[in-house]
């Protein structure tokens, strides 16, 4: 029997992301479409104003962003729930406050871990990044959390951190290309850059959680694989 150990490359990832795109686009769009809806209304809403070269954001905008923080938080982890079961928007939308709390704190003790390898040294956290890059997806599929949902995320991607590294370059290398106009607009209007930006993002985002999903996906089958092709007993 053949065992299949090896993650798709990047280019194979990116075909599997685009054709469930595909499959999923107008419920993971109308997500994409919250997140980013409320992002380009409190730019109009709470423009921001230039002091010289300064950009300065008043108190209602900090308060806009942060609800619209959670929001996002809620319609990534909603996107998993369509992108895994195809469920529909409202029942994952639904789903997704029940699991915030346990999603939210896991992901600052992952972004905490991530963040100090950054500080000590740019190659520790990247590693970091890609041991405990899952997390989210850990908690929610997998309904593990915490530490536990760490430790799980590192062990699927043990023996493939530069495979996931190299991948998720790929996926955001294609993005900054996207958003290269943005440095353009953002001389002459900080505005028209931003909102340039957010609808980029509202249709790419969708594909990055795809793309990561599966990775999760073959990472996890891989580790399976591996605990299965173990002698039983000792």
């Known amino acids: ?6 993650m798709p490359g990047a280019i194979s990832l990116w075909k599997e992301s685009w054709a469930l795109y595909k499959e999923r686009f107008s419920p993971l769009l109308k997500i994409s479409a919250l997140i ?6 409190t730019e109009l809403v709470f423009p921001v104003e230039m002091k010289g070269d300064v950009q300065v954001f008043s108190w209602p905008y900090w308060v806009a962003t942060m609800a619209v923080a959670i929001v996002a938080i ?14 529909p928007v ?11 709390w346990p999603y939210f704190f896991s992901s600052i003790i992952a972004g905490l871990i991530m963040g100090i390898g950054f500080v000590l040294l740019i190659v520790p956290g990247i590693i970091f990044s890609a041991w405990y890059g ?3 997806l850990v908690v929610v599929i997998e309904n593990i959390r915490y530490l536990k949902a760490l430790k799980r995320s ?13 991948r998720w370059i790929f996926i955001m290398f294609i ?5 290269i106009p943005t440095f353009i607009l953002n001389k002459n209007n900080t505005m ?3 909102i340039y930006a957010d609808i980029v993002l509202l249709f790419y985002v969708p594909i990055i959680q795809i793309y990561t999903y599966l990775m999760y996906l073959h990472l996890k089958e891989i580790k399976n694989t591996q605990e299965n092709m173990q002698p039983s007993g000792v």
């Open 134 to 136: 899952f997390i989210g």
């Open 154 to 166: 590192k062990d699927y991607v043990k023996g493939h951190t530069l495979e996931v590294v190299l």
């Open 90 to 100: 409202k029942d994952s939308l639904q789903k997704s406050t029940k699991i915030f």
């Open 192 to 194: 028209a850059s931003n």
């Open 36 to 41: 980013f809806g409320l992002s380009i209304l």
């Open 175 to 179: 993005l900054f290309l996207l958003l």
């Open 74 to 87: 809620l319609c990534s982890i909603a996107m998993v729930y369509v992108i895994k079961d195809n469920a």
């Open 1 to 6: 029997m053949q065992y299949n150990l090896k």
